[in-house]
C-alpha cells in the first residue's frame, strides 16, 4: 500500500507563490506515474500536472494547458517526494489540491480515475 502525504499549501496573495511537496511510502516510487489534481467548491476534480516513468531514468511532464508556464511539477526519487510549484498565483488556482500515483501503465495520465492512490488533500487559497 503506498500512502501520500501532501504539504505547503496556505494562503497567499494573488501574484505569489506556492510549492507544494508530495512525500509517498513505497520502494518502487521512482516507476510511478504521480500527478497533481484540484477541486474547487462546486466542481469537479481537475488534472492539473503529472510526471510519468517510461523508462529507466525517463521520465515526462504534462500540464493542463491553462497551467502551463505557471506550474512546473517536479520529482526527487531519492527523497520519494514530488513536487508542484507554483508561480504567478490567481484567485481561480484557489482549490484542495490532491496528489495522486500509480505504478506506470502508458494509460491516461490526465483523468482522475487512472490513479490508485490519493493524499488528503491540502488547501490553496489565493487572495485577490
Known amino acids: 500500500q503506498v500512502q501520500l502525504v501532501e504539504s505547503g499549501g496556505g494562503l497567499v496573495q494573488t501574484g505569489g507563490s506556492l510549492r507544494l511537496s508530495c512525500a509517498a511510502t513505497g520502494r518502487t516510487f521512482s516507476t510511478y506515474d504521480m500527478g497533481w489534481f484540484r477541486q474547487a467548491p462546486g466542481k469537479e476534480r481537475e488534472f492539473v500536472a503529472a510526471?510519468?516513468?517510461?523508462?529507466?531514468?525517463?521520465?515526462?511532464?504534462y500540464y493542463a494547458d491553462s497551467l502551463k508556464g505557471r506550474f512546473t511539477i517536479y520529482r526527487d526519487n531519492a527523497k520519494n517526494s514530488v513536487y508542484l510549484q507554483m508561480n504567478s498565483l490567481k484567485p481561480e488556482d484557489t482549490a484542495a489540491y490532491y496528489c495522486a500515483g500509480r505504478r506506470a501503465s502508458g494509460g491516461s495520465f490526465y483523468r482522475p480515475h487512472e490513479y490508485d492512490y490519493w493524499g488528503q488533500g491540502i488547501q490553496v487559497t489565493v487572495s485577490s
Open positions: 510526471t510519468t516513468w517510461r523508462a529507466e531514468n525517463t521520465y515526462y511532464a
